[in-house]
């Protein structure tokens, strides 16, 4: 099984949809959990910690499940602007070397 | 937005030159590290640096070499360059170990002929 999961994709959604995707991890001792977004040839770019609580931030919320070893990312009311690769990242105990999964990819159309 | 300075932003070289690629942040973090992305294989790390005059290997290391003299600068050397090695390299910095989230430089943009 490798270490982070996701499915790759693509999801196509029409705009204003709702659409959540979910990233798998091995290691269940697993600390530290992130949502990056990153667009077509830029850098991937931070988009919210995932915490134990859950977080939202505006139209997204991510959550933790740690029984099951899977973070999520929900998505509400879907913008074309939000059409991306979404990568969640999941750091092992005592390290500094995060695993980043390889990216969902994200097509909101009109 | 970090303060993670990548440099050049492309590149175009030939088979067996040597290339640097420079990584210069102004956050003072200690931990920085070099990536490739490749279509089909996701980010890939291939040194990091702990500290400076710290560095450890990737999962993707051969070929090639870091340094990092100061705090701020972080330098990827590839010694003679191969077609395989053509990908886009990104740098990224992080302040704690594991617990805070890594901020990327723009990228590089490598083309070996």
């Known amino acids: 099984r490798k270490e982070v999961e996701q499915d790759p994709g693509p999801f196509n959604v029409p705009e204003g949809a709702t659409v959540a995707f979910n990233c798998t991890y091995s290691?269940?001792?697993?600390?530290?959990f992130f949502w990056y977004r990153q667009d077509c040839r830029k850098e991937p770019k931070l988009l919210m910690s995932?915490?134990?609580s859950g977080n939202e931030d505006g139209r997204f919320t991510a959550q933790l499940n740690r029984a099951s070893q899977y973070i999520s990312l929900l998505i509400r009311d879907s913008k074309l602007s939000d059409s991306a690769t979404y990568l969640c990242v999941v750091t092992p105990p005592l390290s500094y070397i995060p695993t980043f999964g390889r990216g969902t990819s994200l097509i909101v159309h009109p | 937005d970090a303060g993670i300075t990548q440099s050049p932003r492309h590149k175009v070289t030939e088979t067996g030159t040597p290339v640097t690629l420079r990584c210069h942040q102004t956050?003072?973090?200690?931990?920085m590290y070099w990536y490739r992305q490749d279509p089909g294989h996701g980010l890939r790390l291939i040194h990091y640096?702990?500290?400076?005059?710290?560095?450890d290997k990737g999962e993707v290391s051969d070929g090639y070499s870091v340094s990092r003299s100061k705090t701020e600068d972080f330098l990827l050397t590839l010694e003679s360059a191969t077609s395989s090695q053509t990908s886009v390299y990104f740098c990224?910095?992080?302040?704690?170990?594991?617990?805070?989230?890594?901020?990327f430089g723009d990228g590089t943009r490598l083309s070996i002929l």
């Open positions: 995932v915490y134990s």
């Open positions: 640096s702990y500290g400076v005059k710290d560095t």
């Open positions: 290691n269940s001792a697993s600390q530290s």
């Open positions: 956050e003072n973090h200690r931990y």
């Open positions: 990224a910095i992080s302040e704690l170990e594991g617990n805070q989230p890594q901020h």
